[in-house]
C-alpha cells in the first residue's frame, strides 16, 4: 500500500516538473558579430549554443532535470553574452566582453566542463584559441568588430 502511494506521488512529482519545465526559446538574432569565417565557425562550434539567439537544443535538455540545468545555463550565458545582440552592447561592452572571453577560454573556464563531457566537438584547440585572441586583439583597434555599428545607431535602437 505504502509502495503504491510511493509510486503515486512520485508519478504526480514527475509529471509536474515536467509540465514546468523552462522554455526554450529562440529569439530573433537581432545584428550578429562580425568576423571572418573562421573565427565565426570556433564561436559557433563552441560558444552559440550558450551565448547567441540559435541555441541547439539537445534531447536531454527537453526531460527534467536535463531542461532546468540546460535552460538555467543559456539563461545566463544569453544575460552575460549574446553574440546574435551585438547591437544591444556599446563599444565598451564590446571591448570588455571580448577581453573577459579570451581570459575564460585561456583559464580553460569557457566552454564549461559539463558542456564539453557531451560536446566534445566544442573544445577549443591551441589553434582555435590563437585564432580567436588574435581576433580580439585585432578588434580592438577603430574601425572593427567593436564598433560594426556606431554609438548612436546603439542609442537609437534602444529609443524604439
Not at 519545465?21 to 538574432?29: G, Q, R, W
Not at 539567439?53 to 539563461?75: E, I, L, M
Amino acid at each position: 500500500m505504502i509502495a503504491k502511494i510511493v509510486a503515486v506521488v512520485f508519478a504526480i512529482l514527475f509529471i509536474f516538473v515536467w509540465i514546468i519545465s523552462p522554455v526554450k526559446t529562440n529569439p530573433p538574432v537581432t545584428v550578429e558579430i562580425q568576423a571572418e569565417q573562421a573565427v565565426k565557425n570556433i564561436l559557433e562550434k563552441s560558444c552559440y549554443d550558450c551565448h547567441s539567439n540559435k541555441t541547439n537544443w539537445p534531447w536531454y535538455s527537453h526531460f527534467p532535470p536535463g531542461s532546468y540545468f540546460v535552460g538555467d545555463h543559456v539563461k545566463h550565458g544569453r544575460g552575460h553574452l549574446n553574440f546574435t545582440e551585438w547591437d544591444k552592447y556599446d563599444t565598451k561592452k564590446r571591448k570588455k566582453l571580448l577581453e573577459e572571453m579570451i581570459e575564460e577560454i585561456e583559464e580553460k573556464d569557457m566552454p564549461l566542463k559539463p558542456y564539453l563531457l557531451l560536446h566534445s566537438e566544442a573544445e577549443l584547440s591551441t589553434k582555435d584559441i590563437e585564432i580567436l585572441k588574435n581576433w580580439v586583439f585585432s578588434s580592438i583597434e577603430p574601425d572593427s568588430v567593436l564598433e560594426n555599428q556606431s554609438d548612436e545607431e546603439h542609442e537609437h535602437n534602444h529609443e524604439h
